[in-house]
């Protein structure tokens, strides 16, 4: 896989990561889903498409000694569950008086989305990287 193509299944995954943390914040208050239950934050789980293990231990000269790049693996809930707040006024309250609310931090959602974005950047950073270096490879070889 070329440099571009690492770089873009880079982007891919990151604005991925971005949507989903972007509903974790949007979600942050809600009571309950279409479902009936507790919004659960959520995480995006990500990884090479292919194991280091394999691309250093496969003796033959195959398109899988290069690197392939990242991919989604899925989106899976966090353990970190809800939290139960005492607001006897409000329309989801229970018996007890306790709404149930998913347990999001805002200031580990924006740092994460911080990271993110910083990745991000990275990828477009390396693509045109990777742009410069093929243009400048074209020019040497018109050159000659």
Do not use: C
């Not at 949007?26 to 507790?38: E, H, K, L, V, Y």
């Not at 899988?64 to 006024?89: C, F, Q, T």
């Amino acid at each position: 896989m070329e440099a571009m193509e690492i770089s873009r299944s880079g982007l891919d995954v990151e604005w991925r990561r971005l949507e989903v943390i972007a509903q974790n914040l949007a979600n942050m208050s809600t009571t309950r889903t279409g479902d009936g239950a507790a919004y659960i934050a959520r995480r995006l789980v990500s990884g090479p498409v292919e194991s280091f293990q394999r691309v250093l231990t496969t003796e033959t000269e195959t398109a899988s000694l290069h690197p392939n790049g990242v991919r989604v693996y899925g989106i899976e809930a966090k353990d970190d569950g809800v939290k139960r707040v005492y607001e006897p006024g409000h329309p989801h309250a229970d018996e007890q008086g306790f709404v149930t609310y998913p347990n999001i931090s805002h200031a580990e959602e924006m740092s994460l989305m911080v990271r993110t974005s910083r990745a991000y950047e990275a990828n477009l950073v390396a693509m045109a990287a990777a742009q410069q270096i093929y243009s400048s490879a074209l020019q040497l070889g018109r050159q000659s």
